[in-house]
């Protein structure tokens, strides 16, 4: 049987995901209760997405964060694979997202052999999200060039194309990878794993028209959105590339109801059809999916809200 997450992101429809709270905690986002938050917190949250219809749940990547950048980073950055392999046990309908991993930090063969472990553990769920890096530190540390990680990428995403395949015996041959008549098992469930590519630089886009299956935006606000979105199309088109790609927004944070305190700036909250109205407009200038992200004092505060937005936002996300 061939698997495909496609019907997770019909035509015509506004799917919603989430990235995880927890698994990272830069001071820019990151809620004072989930210091203190555990595994079982981390898997209460996951099965509250399963059940609220989430399309996907994402995890970040980042190896060691240096000193000058751990007061607004922080430290705590949870490993996607082993984050998303162990979710995965506790879930059965969510797929499972790296948004992103800097995949140029490590060979594609490690990478396809980690991925495709946990695509096949989880029954093809994987969604495969990826992007250049930012941090020089980590790939100094790590023996990869900063300067060249554009490129590094680049070719990252083509070796992984044929690494993550139905082949056993995968074969690359590029510029700074070479390899073949290497067998892996086991392969992904799915016959092709979603690849999609984050970043909102010319670069980023540049890479998402003409390489991936998605794009991630990283924190555009709703008023250059479409710009974006027709210089993508434009060069998927010059490219020749016919098949359709996901196209993503990360929206304001969310509280769904009448707070009663102060949610800090750049967050949308009301009632559940005005928050439903406001998102729609999204859906109009061509976003298939959103990422949402919820204000939130505690672990229950969360699911909560996260229900409340499947029961009365998500039904009329598409009107």
Known sequence: MTLDVSHHFPPGRLAYGMQLPIQSQSSLYAEPWEADATPDDLVEIARAADRAGFAYLACCDHVAIPRRLAAAMGTTWYDPVATLSYLAAATEHVLLMSHVAVVGLRHPLLTAKQYATLDHLSGGRLILGVGAGHVPEEFEALGVDFARRGAVLDEAIDALRAALGPDEYPEHHGKLHDFGGLGQRPRPAQHRVPLWVGGSSPAAVRRAATRADGWLPQGDPRDKL???????????????????????????AL???????????????????AVAESLRAYRAMGVDQIQVRFRCRSRAELTDQMAAFATGVAPHLSD
Do not use: F, N, W
């Open 226 to 252: 479409p710009a974006q979105i027709a210089r993508l199309r434009r060069l998927r088109q010059e490219a020749g590339i016919e098949e359709p790609i996901v196209i993503g927004a990360i929206t304001e």
């Open 255 to 273: 509280y769904i109801g009448e707070p009663r305190r102060s949610l800090g700036r750049r967050t949308l909250a009301g009632p559940s059809d």
